[in-house]
């Protein structure tokens, strides 16, 4: 199987140091205190870093200055230079919520280097004000004046104050409210009163392996554990405009098994503003473009393809694309075997947009001989004979999910079938008598049941079907799965060997409708999917059985551990993992959700997997999803536990 590789954004959560300054009364004040339960550790900041100036009377040392804002009465501020400089900054180890990027309100957000700072204390004694200059590297968003290599003015209040007794001599800025000279920083700029001075509304120094907020502001958001790529994805993302949404599929595809190749017509209904849409098209041929009939100009490159929009109407569109192709990939044929079926890489075999957050419905017709059993995602609407004994099935997927779980499968396949309540069960398979299919597949109506109960939500189609194909697949659709045939025979040798039919009916719930919202938190799908598969081994043969599948996950974790390969389950990015990466979302992520039974307890972690898979069902998570429900449900925080199993926190 091979996973996306596009580079998507990442939910932003980490854990920040911040600032704990001595309040007038003396005690301690956390500029954020999200929660309770976080360490304390203390040290003083070496306050070399903070070139605070001190404070003396009356007159402004610069008159350009005093021109600038009301908001301290700057006028008001100076320079004294007897006053002592021992300035203490007492940093505390708490959570801190960061705000959503306040894009709307800036006029500028820019990645620069701070080359010089001052700050000054306002003449009130209560705030401190602070001046810098950035060395500009990247505008993400301009008001036209801001270019790379442009040196701008910047300005902002911040800091506190501590007044001992009488005359001022002990100034606190935080870590968070002064930028560095020299470092990195992610600013969000809005214009002051003057055309070439820009206040900081917020900011975010981008040092190595961390992110730090300057401050925070209303609304918050947590982030955790991010890098500052990740980071600036995400805000480039936030930034990015306009976006594609697609909402519906219509496709029309004509396998040749004997030939290896497919041809079809995809109908896309999306919205965009943009004059330009781009979906993923693998190594397909495109033969032509066409909106309402009337061909557009498009072009393929990096297996995209490009189409030109006319600039009326805007909004929804409905474009039509001929393709045809030999995929080497995303799709597999067996021709002695008369079968075929796809596997994950769906753009390989049909023009879409792979990313698994674009969640959308498709109509699907499907061309093949007549003599063929097909399979695919949704309700099957109707079946028509055609020409040449070929015969189009046609499928209504009604609830949007991910590209990467359409698909079918088709070949000369006897089926059987069963009811669960309303659900219905199918079986398909060639080399297995309808006796032996129906043992192979006897734990599939208990299954349902208890994926059910866990998810607290029931499964989402009318029918599920499992097949036994050609090869070594095992791969979860939407409302099925394709199963290596040899599997039939493992289950029948061993009625325990439920596994792996477990986790890929465990997918219908976890993955293809509560979806990683991007492959950097692909251990939500398969982790769970993973764990799910050992709860349900403890339902059907009791706790031994579970702890054997969970003892598993462990060593195989801990092989990767040793080799000094552990890393945190939310991956920077997906691009090419490795074999120990996929152990870690696989079995890591597994052995991580039992670690946090055990440590959440049977109730509170079954009712927080509940509320995870019921608020977000048909939805798309990250992360902080599943540890925002989760602590809910435990009705404190499980931050510790969080930062040392899923994000490798100290
Ligand atoms: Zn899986």
Redesign the pocket.
């Known amino acids: 199987m091979r996973y996306k590789t596009l580079a998507l954004a990442l939910p932003l959560v980490f854990g920040l140091t911040a600032l704990v300054v001595p309040g007038p009364g003396g005690q301690e004040q956390s500029t954020n205190h999200k929660s309770s339960s976080s360490k304390t550790h203390r040290k003083v900041i070496d306050t070399n870093h903070f070139p605070i100036v001190a404070f003396s009377a009356v007159e402004p040392a610069d008159s350009e200055r005093r021109a600038r804002g009301e908001k301290h009465n700057k006028s008001n501020w100076n320079v004294d230079p007897d006053a002592p400089s021992d300035s203490t900054v007492v940093v505390d180890s708490v959570d801190v919520s960061l705000p959503a990027f306040p894009v709307d309100q800036t006029a500028a957000v820019v990645i620069g280097t701070i080359t010089d700072a001052r700050a000054y204390l306002s003449n009130d004694k209560t705030g401190v004000y602070s001046v810098f200059s950035v060395l500009i590297q990247e505008v993400l968003k301009t008001p036209g004046s801001l270019a790379v290599g442009r040196l701008v003015e910047a300005e902002r209040e911040g800091g506190r104050v501590k007044f001992p007794s009488g005359r001022v001599h002990l100034y606190m800025v935080s870590e968070q409210d002064m930028p560095r000279v020299g470092g990195r920083y992610l600013l969000f700029l809005t214009n002051t009163n003057s055309e070439s001075v820009f206040e900081i509304l917020t900011g975010y120094e981008l040092r190595e392996a961390s992110v730090y907020a300057l401050d925070d502001l209303p609304k918050p958001r947590s982030y955790e554990n991010t890098t500052p790529t990740n980071f600036l994805n995400e805000l480039r993302m936030t930034l990015a405009e306009p976006t594609l949404d697609v909402l519906h599929y219509s496709a029309t595809l004509e396998p040749d098994i004997a030939a290896k190749s497919v041809k079809g017509t995809v109908r896309i209904r999306f919205s965009t503003e943009s004059q330009e849409a781009e979906f993923n098209c693998g190594d397909l041929t495109i033969d032509s473009v066409r909106l309402a009939g009337a061909a557009l100009k498009f072009s393929v490159a990096d297996h995209r393809l490009l189409v030109s929009l006319p600039a009326e109407p805007r909004g929804v569109r409905e474009i039509e694309i001929d393709f045809h192709g030999s995929p080497r990939r995303g799709i597999r044929f067996f021709p002695d075997r008369q079968q075929v079926y796809t596997i994950f890489s769906t753009s390989q075999w049909m023009v879409c947009v792979d990313d698994p957050a674009d969640k959308a419905t498709l109509t699907f017709k499907l061309i093949l001989p007549a003599t063929l059993t097909p399979i695919a995602n949704g309700r099957l609407v109707s079946q028509r004979e055609l020409p040449d004994q070929k015969r189009v099935s046609e499928w209504e997927q009604r609830t949007p999910i991910p590209t990467y779980v359409f698909g079918f499968a088709a070949g000369p396949f006897h089926v059987v079938k069963e009811k669960r309540r309303n659900v219905e069960l199918q079986y398909l398979a060639t080399n297995y008598t309808p006796q032996q299919v129906r043992r192979i597949f006897r734990d599939t109506p208990d299954m349902l049941d208890f994926f059910e109960d866990r998810a607290g939500v029931k499964y989402a189609d009318r029918t599920y079907t499992q097949v036994l194909a050609a090869g070594g697949v095992?791969q979860?659709m939407s409302s099925f799965t394709a199963l290596k045939e040899s599997y039939g025979k493992q289950l029948l040798d061993n009625e325990q060997d439920l596994w792996l039919a477990a986790?890929?009916f465990?997918?219908q719930w976890w993955?293809n409708m509560v979806t990683c919202r991007d492959w950097n938190h692909f251990w939500l799908?398969?982790g769970t999917?993973?764990f799910m598969a050992a709860a349900y081994l403890e339902h059907r043969f009791g706790r031994a059985a579970y702890l054997r599948e969970i003892e598993t996950y462990r060593a195989n974790y801990e092989k990767v551990r040793a080799a000094g390969k552990d890393k945190s389950l939310v991956f920077p990015d997906w691009l090419s993992p490795t074999r120990e990466d996929r152990t870690l979302v696989?079995d890591k992520g597994a052995y991580v959700l039992h670690l946090l039974r055990e440590e959440m307890g049977e109730r509170a972690f079954w009712n927080g997997l509940r509320l995870f898979t019921r608020r977000h069902f048909g939805k798309s998570v990250v992360t902080s999803d599943f540890v925002s429900a989760m602590e809910e449900a435990n009705g404190k925080s499980l931050k510790e536990f969080f930062s040392k199993w899923v994000y490798l926190q100290p």
């Open positions: 095992e979860e986790h890929e465990a997918h993955g799908n398969e999917a993973t696989y």
